[in-house]
């Protein structure tokens, strides 16, 4: 069964704006999370501040307990999507909870450290046109479970970001949270249960030729891991082999980047939604059978 799709396309001259874009995925997420929370009682999702918590600013914290066990304690992930409303910067993060500190930061988000992310990515705020198409994308299937919400305020590449994505790692059975800023550049934290240590990503592992053809899906869509300490360090780190972490059935990879969602309908009969520059794809129509 595909997942589940909830268009929330809005256009500037709607007066709609970015806010109460937010604030209708907001209630999906909550919806969302309340049954993700009952099917996985050992690992529970939580949101420390969400869209309408911080004036001026729109966005979320994201908290993700797992199950596994470091040192006795619940390994604790965390996620930040932040636009300030006033300058239109995107703060995007990703990482361990035991880097994050409450605070003004962020308006009220405050402050990760560790893990990977940027702010250098912004928004168009008003009086320009507002968002031209906004997707909530989920599932509940046990084992698959996912939440995801995109929006892509321009018909050209570099105004989109996939702002929420709450995924099981099929091969951990993990939750990992992942995000991208407005260019498609992605930040991801997940738990490696064999090692056990933190895994980080700025890329998925995909097989992609830039343009040529065939053009193709690619699943199941991995993250690429990259080590904890991505700063050039002597003597250098040993090389390691990862785990890989894999995205539930619905999500995919498309090897070409649209300008903005794209339509992809391959030979079997399937129907996939593109969300973004990261090439992250969402199945709307299971294979014709």
């Not at 690992?43 to 040192?71: E, H, N, Y």
């Not at 702010?119 to 698959?144: E, K, N, Y």
């Not at 059975?173 to 498609?184: A, E, I, K, P, V």
């Amino acid at each position: 069964m595909a997942a589940t799709i909830t268009d929330l396309s809005r256009r500037g001259d709607q007066g709609f704006g970015l806010p109460g874009l937010f604030a209708e995925a907001h209630a999906l997420l909550l919806a969302w999370l309340t049954a993700a929370n009952g099917q996985n009682p050992s690992q529970l999702l939580s949101v420390l501040t969400g869209p309408v918590d911080a004036p001026g600013f729109c966005g979320w914290t994201i908290r993700a307990r797992l199950a596994a066990l470091s040192g006795g304690q619940p390994v604790e992930l965390m996620s930040q999507w932040v636009a300030n409303l006033s300058s239109g910067a995107v703060t995007t993060h990703a990482g361990l909870a035991s880097g994050f500190s409450p605070g003004p930061a962020l308006g009220g988000h405050g402050s990760l450290t560790g893990g990977v992310g940027t702010t250098s990515s912004l928004i168009t705020l008003p009086p320009q046109p507002l968002p031209l198409g906004a997707v909530v994308a989920s599932s509940l299937a046990a084992g698959q479970e996912f939440f995801c919400f995109a929006f892509s305020q321009h018909s050209f590449s570099n105004r989109q970001a996939v702002a929420l994505l709450i995924a099981k790692d099929v091969v951990s059975t993990q939750w990992h949270l992942s995000l991208t800023d407005m260019t498609g550049v992605i930040a991801t934290v997940a738990w490696n249960l064999a090692r056990p240590q933190v895994q980080l990503s700025t890329a998925f592992r995909a097989d992609f030729f830039s343009s040529a053809t065939p053009l193709m899906l690619v699943r199941p869509a991995q993250w690429l891991p990259i080590t904890p300490t991505i700063v050039f360090t002597t003597p250098l780190p040993p090389v390691q082999w990862w785990d890989p972490v894999a995205l539930p059935v619905d999500l995919a990879l498309y090897n070409r980047t649209f300008t903005s969602f794209g339509y992809i309908k391959p030979a079997d009969g399937s129907e996939w939604l593109q969300l973004g520059g990261a090439r992250l794809v969402v199945r709307l129509k299971d294979p014709v059978s």
